[in-house]
């Protein structure tokens, strides 16, 4: 294990840039300002050391909360007690938020909820995160303190949690997802951890208590990590996928998503895996609360259209696109082709999905008022003869003549006026 006295063993993130940010170092600056400690802790460490992008920079002190409130204003910083019960407080310097929160320990825990009391003592507030890899902390020269040991597993690229796993994952069961997404995302043996995975296992149930919304926004997370397949092949296994979206889940559908996703070049879309992943939209919805584009996403994806095929003529996909959208299209598309167990090196089904970002929809040439100015008064018949025009339009494949296109609606107009 290591520990802060041996901490010279661990890279020196002095000149890290996030170090340095103006943001930060009035955060830092602010904190010790009357003898607190101040240190960087978790992500912005671990993506550090790792030569990994760093965004959000949290913040771990033995400065009391009110007094984080108190030194923040002696700084001229605004201060928001976003969680002051539980020892956090957002700073704001530079116009960015920072999390600062008070070194603690759990006393009792209540599901993500705990009763917890405050302490000086680094190992103490260490030992209450959950993966080794997320408990190391920088202080405001760059020497990195790692009071459990997490930078070995950091070195080797392993995920595990800190001390007993299933009390850790008692403490919150999000615990279990967030294990699965770590695993994915910075993980490089072949399966998980074999006690954190027996433990996610054994407590499993736990999962039921859990909300949509925190399911979901963990789940997106992990869906966009490099080794999702894995993690989510790993969790059907273990009998994980059910309880979390209500459906036994696809995998290898998922797993052939994502291999043409990177045939493509194109970055991991979460949403669209998930829709790979899960399967049914509506029960999805209502399992994870997601947003209404989310939903509309899915839909589109799980649609067995004609149009996402290359059998289908080119028409009738550019009809989809200009009715729906060219991301729809392209949902459609790839869900279609994962479907399919086509290759994801098919040139057919390259040039089809291609096709939403190669052919622009245009606009509909003719509005309600070149209607009325021929001369047909306002009202239902106007938007009979708008849908009778856009059907003969799309059919004869969106032409741009306009002398055409008026002769068509002046044969419409007078049609509706007999």
């Not at 979390?244 to 879309?269: K, N, Q, T």
């Not at 996403?297 to 067995?304: E, I, P």
Request: with cysteine; net charge neutral; proline share 6%.
């Amino acid at each position: 294990m290591a520990s802060s006295q041996d901490a010279r063993a661990i890279p020196s993130l002095a000149h890290a840039e996030w170090l340095q940010r103006p943001s930060t170092v009035a955060v830092l600056g602010a904190l010790q300002a009357e003898g607190a400690e101040a240190r960087v802790v978790g992500g912005a460490v671990r993506n550090a050391l790792m030569g990994l992008p760093v965004k959000d920079v949290d913040v771990a002190t033995t400065a009391l909360p009110q007094d984080v409130m108190r030194l923040a204003a002696k700084a001229g910083l605004q201060a928001v007690p976003t969680g002051i019960e539980h020892g956090t407080v957002t700073v704001v310097a530079d116009h960015v938020p920072v999390e600062v929160t008070t070194l603690r320990r759990d006393v009792e825990t209540f599901g993500r909820h705990a009763r917890v009391t405050f302490t000086q003592n680094w190992t103490e507030d260490a030992r209450r995160r959950d993966l080794t890899i997320n408990a190391l902390y920088c202080a405001p020269d760059g020497t990195v303190h790692d009071p459990l040991g997490g930078y070995p597993d950091l070195v080797v690229r392993r995920v595990r949690f800190i001390g007993e796993a299933r009390a850790r994952i008692r403490e919150d069961y999000l615990r279990i997802l967030r294990f699965f997404r770590f695993f994915a995302a910075y993980d490089s043996a072949p399966q998980p951890d074999a006690d954190g995975l027996a433990a996610a296992i054994a407590e499993r149930g736990g999962l039921e208590q859990l909300s949509g919304e925190r399911i979901r926004a963990e789940l997106l997370l992990l869906l966009a990590a490099p080794r999702a397949v894995e993690a989510v092949r790993a969790m059907q296994e273990a009998g994980l996928i059910e309880p979390l979206l209500g459906v036994a889940g696809d995998v290898e559908r998922l797993a052939r998503l994502s291999a043409i996703e990177a045939a493509l070049g194109r970055d991991p879309d979460p949403v669209l895996r998930l829709a790979a992943a899960g399967a049914d939209p509506a029960r999805l919805q209502q399992r994870l609360r997601l947003s209404a584009a989310e939903t509309e996403r899915l839909a589109h994806a799980g649609a067995r259209h004609a149009a996402f095929t290359p059998a289908s003529v080119e028409r009738e996909a550019q009809e989809y696109i200009y009715r729906h959208g060219a991301r729809a299209f392209a949902d459609g598309a790839l869900m279609a082709w994962a479907n399919s167990g086509d290759g994801p090196g098919d040139a057919v089904r390259v040039e089809r999905v291609r096709l939403a970002q190669r052919w622009q929809a245009p606009e509909l040439p003719v509005r309600g008022s070149d209607v009325v100015a021929l001369g047909l008064p306002a009202g239902p018949d106007v938007g009979r003869v708008l849908a009778a025009f856009e059907t003969w339009w799309i059919a004869e494949g969106f032409p741009k003549d306009a002398e055409l296109a008026k002769q068509k609606l002046d044969e419409l107009v007078r049609a509706a006026k007999r």
